[in-house]
């Protein structure tokens, strides 16, 4: 894939869109939002009734005088529109008036989308927690009945569907709507002060950061063969970790946070990235995941993010984000998401003796935080829209996986400006099929070749 003879320029003009998304709410006319409904109550739909989910709406009907109440539930499995609905009934019991989803409003299917969102009035909030393929299909639905939406993180997996993205996100904010991407980590109020230390110059210049993601198989990112009995699109998109079309696979869907947070307390998005990967003991599992990623991350002023990601049983276990400074260094994430507990140090060991600074503990759920924060931007009219960054993090972290997967260094626009499209007719996919990728006649899906596949993932 041959670089741009303008890369400097088409990077400029689309961190350029990307900030004119988010602008231009600070300007728009108030059109909607909650406080101008008749009713008291901002009513939630949630589309995709996966754990993720579940979770997202918890954690909505958990805001603090947020007046929040479940209304409508949409999934292409019954059995997820079951387990979620049975799930928030238990942890709502003693409030049940939260959930509110008779049936009547729990709808099954490829347009069961709508059905929920139409369910709902102008100002109300829509989950989308579908996998990325369906995220632009369903914005726009959100953004046509007047909804505001949280979505699940990451927003896309190649160059058309970001710029996709990008012009919805402006559409949204000339409605007023407000938009919020579940890159939770930017809420949590310690990696929040971390970052406000880290460019008040309490660790120096960032020269490096390293972020590490290693454990066993998780969700669906490990597949053995489709059961004969079920429609090919529909074991995809319930396997949908183990699919570069329906997730990114599991670099996009799980290393997403940690190459966001990085790049958060750099304050910049990488430039280009090499990477190394590869796929080891596969027995009978036919994914399209490496088991091993390595990526060098470069920024314009020629630092570094390492970021190594491992899905494997039986080896060492690591999650954790780590900054270095020409003064000092810093943690972002210790063990996972949360806490956080960060720490500022005067060398780079990161012992005991070098503690500079600590957050307390304990402290605030950041899945519970970025839902405060968003549902506060709704009640108060607040201009507020996360989709822009959201698809500069996405862009980003897609970028470390094809270039892993091709075998080339591969510039940021070189990734925006891909033509390659997981699946472009996503919008118009049935459980009939056909499905964005097919498997051969052993049952299994093409995977990344790198050096043999250079301009796009796999064949």
Same mark, same amino acid.
């Given at each position: 894939m041959s670089e741009p003879i *303008?890369?400097?320029?088409?990077?400029?003009?689309?961190?350029?869109?990307?900030?004119?998304?988010?602008?231009?709410?600070?300007?728009?006319?108030?059109?909607?939002?909650?406080?101008?409904? *008749?009713? *008291?109550?901002?009513?939630?739909a949630l589309i995709g009734c996966g754990g993720r989910g579940t979770g997202a709406a918890a954690d909505c009907l958990r805001v603090p005088n947020g007046r929040t109440k479940l209304v409508a539930l949409a999934d292409v499995f019954q059995h997820r529109l079951d387990g979620s609905r049975d799930t928030l009934d238990r942890i709502f019991e003693s409030n049940k008036e939260k959930v509110d989803v008779p049936q009547e409003r729990q709808f099954v299917g490829f347009e069961a989308y709508k059905n929920a969102m139409d369910a709902l009035n102008p100002g109300d909030v829509v989950i989308l927690a579908t996998p990325l393929a369906f995220r632009w299909v369903h914005y726009t639905y959100a953004i046509d009945k007047g909804l505001n939406v949280f979505m699940e993180k990451p927003v896309i997996a190649d160059g058309p569907s970001a710029k996709r993205m990008l012009e919805l996100a402006a559409k949204a904010d000339t409605k007023n709507l407000k938009s919020a991407v579940g890159l939770m980590v930017r809420h949590c109020r310690g990696r929040q002060e971390l970052h406000k230390r880290i460019q008040d110059g309490e660790i120096g210049d960032i020269v490096m950061m390293r972020a590490y993601r290693m454990h066993g198989p998780v969700a669906s990112a490990f597949s053995t063969r489709k059961p004969e009995d079920k429609p090919e699109v529909l074991f995809q998109i319930e396997r949908f970790h183990s699919f570069l079309w329906a997730s990114g696979g599991c670099f996009s869907d799980f290393y997403i946070h940690q190459i966001d947070e990085t790049s958060w307390m750099k304050n910049s998005w990488p430039v280009k990235a090499q990477a190394l990967g590869g796929r080891h003991y596969r027995e009978d599992f036919i994914d399209q995941n490496f088991d091993t990623y390595a990526v060098e991350y470069t920024y314009d002023d020629g630092s570094k993010l390492f970021f190594d990601g491992r899905t494997m049983t039986g080896c060492r276990n690591d999650m954790s984000s780590v900054v270095h400074g020409s003064k000092g260094s810093a943690i972002v994430s210790t063990s996972g998401h949360t806490p956080g507990k960060v720490r500022t140090f005067s060398g780079q060991n990161q012992n005991r003796r070098e503690v500079t600074w600590a957050w307390p503990q304990p402290e605030e759920n950041p899945y519970q935080l970025e839902w405060n924060d968003f549902i506060d931007a709704i009640v108060n009219d607040k201009p507020y829209n996360e989709v822009p960054r959201g698809v500069e993090a996405s862009l980003v972290t897609s970028m470390g996986r094809m270039a892993a997967h091709t075998g080339q260094e591969i510039t940021y626009e070189q990734m925006l400006n891909c033509e390659h499209e997981f699946a472009p007719n996503v919008d118009k996919l049935t459980d009939n099929g056909p499905a964005p990728v097919m498997p051969d006649e052993n049952g299994r899906y093409p995977v990344p070749m790198p050096g043999k596949n250079r301009d796009r993932e796999y064949g």
């Open positions: *303008d890369s400097k320029e088409n990077r400029r003009n689309f961190i350029k869109v990307a900030g004119t998304a988010s602008a231009l709410a600070a300007f728009a006319v108030p059109t909607v939002h909650a406080e101008e409904k *008749d009713i *008291d109550t901002i009513q939630v």
